[in-house]
């Protein structure tokens, strides 16, 4: 289970804006220069509240959480031949763990003050953004509450082509309707910042009354930070798991090979929609998190490139990081984290190496996925997001793929991303998106070192070890709680 309190989401919100405004100050700019605000947030994860107490219902359910599967299970059994597939063409994903419907149902299922909060016509469902957004515009005071096309793409019940929440998929989850917010473009005024206190040095309520006009999932945001407009073009984010979104313009592209088909963005009312294939991996941050909470082998997570960069090799590890089962290519909710081919010579530098190998392993699989469904092979791959500062990480990862990786001087492409969105909208007009007025940004290049045979032959050996941690759950246990 993996959940946050809502109510701190909000208060980290409004803290980094009291940082900003000071920050601001420090250079002597003035607050009242803050033209826009744009809101980025992780996707799936799914927040109930009550809109008469501004309340919420529950703890946010994260996006990796995996309590839903028995309820995946039982959805399953509803669809001719179980087949995962069955709603691809009409949401561009597979029935997981992972969206936002199957969490919305456990909520319904198994929390009693949400069920009664929907029969009494108190209840608002969101992810993140909606619950921002409604919060910050008033909350249970007139507070507007809608979604971006890129986050509603991600819950299940959204058709991606007609861009309206279908009937027919709320019906299959039983969810009632007049909870969902209302969607809209990724760049456009949703309404207004309403006062709340910043910090008592600042002009108390400053930034009253400046529009939110920007709202991206963050990888969307990302793909748009990077300023991957044109068809083809990739980027890869590493946080807390790694997405790697490949543009693929106004067209839906359905992947053959295990790929998710999401909206990249739509950059204004009038504006199309952009679509994009997109691997999924759930565990790519949290591995290094993993390696220094739960087995202590590092105090830092700065301290795993430095253990790794001492022997440079796993020296035949295999760290295969499924704590979540595995999301794409797999699609697999039994798998579990496996590390294999240990010697007595294995020690914690092989382990750390091994670990980061594993995130480059993982994004290997996803961009041969992307290469063979576009029929188009990347020559090289934008990288950003907290990872990146990992220069061991991203030259093995130029290794691995035998192609650069091109890294942008300013790392943080989901802020920037949602930042551009706000600033482009219609009635903000601070800066235009369109391809030829964009600068280019500098970056930095990993060039592969490596000859592709070592690369190949290390990349099926780690296929081998992701075969070895398939079907390892079951979710039928034994009845009288012994093993036989």
Known sequence: WVEQDPKEILKSVHECVERTCEKLQQLNIDITNIKAIGVSNQRETTVVWDKKTGEPLYNAIVWLDLRTQSTVERLLKKIPGKNKAFFKFRTGLPISTYFSAVKLRWLLDNVEEIRQAVDDGRAMFGTIDSWLIWSLTGGKNGGVHCTDVTNASRTMLFNIHSLEWDPELCQFFDIPMEILPKVRSSSEIYGLMVCFHVCVKLKSGAL?????????????????????????????????????????????????????TTIAYKLGRDKPVCYALEGSVAIAGAVVRWLRDNLGIVKTSQEV????????????????PAFSGLYAPYWEPSARGIICGLTQFTNKNHIAFAALEAVCFQTREILDAINKDCGIPLNQLQVDGGMTNNKVLMQLQSDIL??????????????????????????????SLNPGDLTAVTCERFEPQINPEESEYRYARWKKAVMKSMDWETSEAPSNGKVE
């Open 402 to 431: 035998c192609i650069p990786v091109v890294k942008p001087s300013m790392p943080e492409t989901t802020a920037l991303g949602a930042a551009m969105a706000a600033g482009a909208a219609e009635g903000v007009g601070i800066w």
């Open 305 to 320: 490139e430095k253990l790794a960069a001492e022997v440079g090799t796993s020296y035949g590890c295999y760290f295969v």
């Open 208 to 260: 009253t009354g400046v529009p939110i006009s920007g709202c991206l999932g963050d990888q969307s945001a990302a793909l748009v930070g990077q300023m991957c407009f044109q068809d083809g073009q990739a980027k890869n984010t590493y946080g807390t798991g790694c997405f790697l979104l490949c543009n693929t313009g106004q067209k839906s592209v359905f992947s053959e090979h295990g790929l998710l």
